[in-house]
């Protein structure tokens, strides 16, 4: 078999793809709960970190730490931060020390949409049967040792 002959180049033995197709699947899965929160996916996960910050505060509750746990960069992170800013959901406050440290924190209308979150989360995760929420625990594990070893 020659090379040109080799699956290497099919779009189904692509990774990559699987993993491009299925995340806009689960995006699109959450789609009504964002409508409902009236957020986008990409300010969904902005949340999600600065709700667990509220629970477990981080040393320093500063961009950089939403960059780095989030695997986003500043431009990209600014501006969602305003929209989300602009929302009346997250505070903005630039450091004393250091002006180019930005922290963050929910506003009180942040926080109360944590508890909008909530149930509608738990509606969307009732619509699985048990084994279906099995089969993700093991995929998001799977996923988790995948990410480690690009980030590595």
Do not use: N
Not at 135 to 147: I, K, M, S
């Amino acid at each position: 078999m020659s090379l040109a002959e080799t699956p290497l180049l099919q779009l189904d033995q692509q990774l990559c793809f699987k993993l491009y197709a299925a995340s806009r699947g689960v995006i699109r899965t959450y789609r009504p709960m964002l409508e409902a929160l009236g957020l986008t996916y990409p300010q969904y996960l902005v949340m999600l970190v600065l709700w667990e910050w509220q629970q477990k505060p981080p040393a320093q509750p500063t961009l950089r730490a939403l960059g780095q746990r989030l695997q986003l960069d500043s431009g990209t992170l600014t501006p969602l931060l305003k929209r989300l800013q602009r929302m009346g959901l997250v505070c903005r406050r630039r450091a004393t020390g250091d002006e180019r440290e930005v922290h963050l924190r929910l506003s009180e209308a942040g926080v109360a949409l944590r508890d909008l979150a909530l149930p509608l989360k738990a509606r969307q995760l009732c619509q699985l049967s048990e084994a279906e929420q099995e089969e993700l625990a093991v995929l998001r594990d799977q996923l988790d040792r995948l990410l480690s070893r690009l980030s590595a």
